[in-house]
């Protein structure tokens, strides 16, 4: 596969070819810039993610860079997948509520389908797009007749785009991916994959029904987190730290403290000798030493006094330095030492990187203690062992409402293939314990 591009244009050549362009739309939405896409088969507008359409690949550049940033993100991906996907059933015997966990083993389809799918990957999978874009594209793949569910695999959200809606049904038919979006025109692309969108409040009977109707055999059926005013593409509230600046804050102090030191003249004492002390110590034969004698002395007594200033031994003790008068009777200083002043201290700028990591963290929603976020000198500590169990238990409880948008897959994979309706998948919670209620410091616990 191979692309040319002309200008603002891509061209890619092959079995498909391709020709991407950059505009606005006009009747759709005015705030959404878009993306002229022309392929063999396909003549239309994507909806443009970020001005170069590259945001994602921008944002995640920046958050690559940023240890606060990757450490909440982290913190919140495990803490929504807890320990891991489990099925259950409850009943309600004696007007009290049982659950049961159940074994996958006891459902040889589900159990099947789950091993065919690799559902623990897929399901960390998506939590992370969700955690970092509060948006998944999982694409279902069924089985000739349509009857079934035969596979689901996560797209990455961060080379999905969304075809511009329909002017006059308001609906959007396709997903475009690639991996090359935002790219310098310089640079080869592949090709963008087309995949028809289903509407994820269609239930499954929908589904399947128009899937038979228009001979669809795969489709991505979104997931996301709740949406404000967004017509395409959510905004994570955690990305409010990208967008107040925050983010480049906190990635610009630590390339400017690098810098610094990289090009900075380190001196530590300012030596300063008269040269009548040399005159005095050697009196005539001073005036007889060669000019390059009387360098190779002066240099062995500055290297000499330099290495008894640097000698970590010698710390608290004293420095004789001689005095002499002038001819006016004035005193003279034979030597002379002086501490230069670094007016950039060690701890410069870490008030900064203190704030730039409480906002990042504070807008991912984790506590710091849970990374032990905190520097030197700094205002945020790493928090006690029972600061951190006290939020890791909040951090798990408001992960429920993230946990029931992951679970939308599940769910209605499950009434697509008429898998037991009794059945009901969750995450297991991590609880902490101390080690006196249990010997392993963890216990499980679902959160239904």
Same mark, same amino acid.
């Given at each position: ?7 603002? *244009? ?86 009290? &509520?049982?659950?049961? #966990? ?13 091993? &065919?799918? #690799? ?8 939590? !992370? ?24 695999? &996560?797209?990455? !959200? ?57 001979? *669809? ?62 005159? &005095? ?152 314990? !101390?080690?006196?209620?249990?010997? !392993?410091?963890? #216990?499980?616990?679902? #959160?239904?």
């Amino acid at each position: 596969m191979s692309t040319v591009f002309h200008g603002d *244009i891509a061209i890619t050549g092959g079995n498909a070819k391709a020709l991407v362009s950059f505009g606005s739309s006009k009747k759709t939405d005015s705030k959404v810039s878009t993306v002229q896409l022309y392929t063999e088969d396909y003549t239309g507008k994507i909806a443009s993610w970020g001005t170069n359409n590259d945001y994602p690949q921008k944002l995640l550049a920046k958050i690559r860079k940023n240890s606060a940033a990757l450490s909440g993100l982290r913190v919140s991906r495990k803490a929504h997948y807890g320990s891991g996907f489990i099925l259950y059933s409850e009943n309600h015997d004696s007007g009290k &509520r049982v659950v049961e #966990q159940k074994c996958l083993h006891q459902y040889p389809d589900i159990n099947t389908f789950f091993k &065919r799918n #690799q559902m623990k990957r897929f399901h960390k999978e998506t939590i !992370t797009d969700l955690e970092y874009f509060a948006i998944a594209f999982p694409e279902y793949v069924l089985s000739n007749d349509f009857s079934k569910i035969n596979r689901v695999k &996560r797209q990455k !959200t961060a080379e999905c785009r969304f075809e511009l809606m329909d002017e006059n049904t308001g609906f959007i038919k396709n997903v475009f991916i690639s991996s090359k979006w935002g790219l310098d025109p310089s640079l080869k692309s592949k090709y963008v994959a087309k995949v028809p969108l289903i509407d994820s409040y269609w239930s499954a009977e929908e589904v399947k029904e128009h899937c038979k109707k228009h001979k *669809i055999r795969n489709f991505i059926r979104p997931i996301f987190y709740p949406l404000v005013d967004e017509g395409y593409y959510p905004k994570a509230e955690w990305q409010s730290v990208e967008n107040s600046g925050w983010l480049d804050i906190a990635n610009s102090i630590p390339k400017f403290k690098k810098a610094f030191l990289e090009n900075q003249l380190n001196i530590k004492f300012l030596i300063e000798v008269s040269e009548e002390y040399f005159d &005095r110590k050697y009196k005539e034969d001073w005036k007889t030493f060669t000019p390059e004698k009387r360098q190779e002395i002066r240099t062995e007594f500055v290297e000499e006094l330099d290495s008894t200033l640097r000698d970590s031994d010698n710390a608290g003790k004293s420095i004789m330095s001689i005095v002499y008068k002038d001819d006016n009777g004035q005193p003279l200083p034979g030597l002379k030492i002086t501490a230069v002043d670094n007016k950039l201290k060690d701890g410069a700028y870490l008030d900064d990187t203190s704030a730039g990591n409480q906002e990042i963290l504070t807008a991912i929603g984790v506590d710091p203690s849970l990374i032990g976020a905190g520097i030197p000198g700094g205002k945020l500590g790493a928090g006690s062992g029972s600061d951190k169990r006290e939020a890791w238990f909040i951090l798990s409880a408001l992960m429920k409402t993230n946990r029931d948008t992951t679970l939308e897959p599940f769910e209605f994979i499950q009434d697509y293939n008429g898998w037991d309706d009794s059945l009901s998948g969750a995450f297991e919670d991590t609880i902490l314990t !101390t080690l006196d209620a249990n010997p !392993t410091g963890t #216990q499980k616990a679902a #959160q239904i």
